[in-house]
Each structure stands twice: as structure tokens, then as C-alpha cells.
């Protein structure tokens, strides 16, 4: 499963896998404060990428504590055919009506801005916050495309490709409904 469109000259792409064998420059990851592995996406992520990107995790987690919602931060992909991760923490969902659509545009800012400043031209995005921090899908995908595709507008040539991995059939249909 695939869709792809044109937002201000790069390719806005929807596919239905696994981010950890997705051939971009960047992937980015759902973590934890902490930026330990855990589960979901993040399990996935540091199990596949090994032991270059849990210590590296590791060491930005000892010198800046723990990350707030909202930002992010880069670490080599290790294993993985990504050469980055940039993980980025998105809001537990508790209702809606605690900020959590600001915090998780926030999130897909932040990691635009961390990949554009690094001059990395090819990022994938899993759905953050629809795991375990309960974040309703439809809703989610609204805010994560309508922030991605404002900032290409506002960035035009700034990535050749900008991914979005949705790791079950019915969240890809949720989001290639919204796109
Ligand atoms: P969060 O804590 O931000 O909710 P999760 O990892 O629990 O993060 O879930 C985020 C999304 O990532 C969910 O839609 C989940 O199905 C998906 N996911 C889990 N593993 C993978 C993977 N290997 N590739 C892409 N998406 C994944």
C-alpha cells in the first residue's frame, strides 16, 4: 500500500510497513522521555539499530535529562539502513483537551526543523502518540499532515521526500483518507 502527492516540489509519501527497514536518510522515532527502548515503535527502533543508537540515546538522556514533550534529538541509526533516528517525545493523549494537538505539531516541527538544519533530505515518520499514549488515529493523522505539509509549504526544496510508515493496513486507510 502506497499513496504519494507533491506538497511545494517534495514528495509527500504514505506506505504501509516498518520504519526500521525504510531506506531514507532519517527516521524518526516515538519515544520516551527517558529515551530508553521500551516497547512499540521504539522497541522496534533500538532492537534494529542496536547498541549505537540505545548508547547514544543513553548519553544526550545523562547530559540533558529527561526530553520534554514536543522536542527532539538525533542519534546515528547504527544498524539500521537509516543513517539517523531523531527521536522526539508526543503527547499522552487525556482527552484532547489538554494541549495535546499543539505538542504533537510540535513534535513533527521539531523533527522537520532538527532533519532541515542537518541537511537531511529524506525522513520517515511513524504515527506518533497513537500506541500506547492512546492518541485517537483519525485525529492524529489530521494534525500530523496538516503540520507536515505547512512546513514544506513554508520550507519549499528543504526535503526531496518527507514518509509517513504506518505499521497496520487500517491506520495507512486512516491517514491516505486525510492526506
Ligand atoms: P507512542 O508511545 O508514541 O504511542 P507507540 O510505539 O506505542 O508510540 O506507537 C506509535 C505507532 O507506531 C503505532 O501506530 C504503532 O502501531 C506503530 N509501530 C509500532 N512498531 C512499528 C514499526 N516497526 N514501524 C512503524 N510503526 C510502528
Not at 522497541?43 to 514533550?69: D, N, S, W, Y
Not at 532538527?114 to 515518520?125: N, Q, Y
Not at 513554508?154 to 514518509?163: C, I
Amino acid at each position: 500500500m502506497r499513496h504519494e502527492v507533491e506538497v511545494a516540489g517534495t514528495k509527500l509519501v504514505l506506505v504501509q510497513g516498518d520504519i526500521t527497514q525504510q531506506d531514507v536518510e532519517a527516521i524518526v522515532n516515538a519515544a520516551n522521555p527517558d529515551l530508553t527502548p521500551g516497547g512499540g515503535v521504539s522497541g522496534a527502533i533500538h532492537r534494529a539499530g542496536g547498541p549505537a543508537v540505545t548508547e547514544a540515546a543513553a548519553q544526550i538522556r545523562r547530559e540533558r535529562g529527561p526530553l520534554p514533550t514536543g522536542d527532539a534529538v538525533i542519534t546515528p541509526g547504527g544498524k539500521l539502513p537509516a543513517r539517523w533516528v531523531i527521536h522526539t517525545v508526543g503527547p499522552v493523549w487525556r482527552g484532547g483537551t489538554h494541549g495535546e494537538p499543539e505538542l504533537l505539531a510540535r513534535a513533527y516541527r521539531s523533527c522537520l526543523k532538527l532533519a532541515r538544519t542537518r541537511g537531511i533530505r529524506s525522513l520517515a515518520f511513524p504515527s506518533i502518540s497513537t500506541g500506547v499514549y492512546g492518541y485517537p488515529v483519525a485525529e492524529a493523522a489530521r494534525v500530523a499532515l496538516q503540520t507536515v505539509r505547512a512546513y514544506l509549504v513554508a520550507h519549499p526544496g528543504a526535503f526531496g521526500e518527507v514518509r509517513f510508515v504506518l505499521f497496520s493496513p487500517r491506520d495507512f486507510q486512516t491517514y491516505a483518507a486525510v492526506v
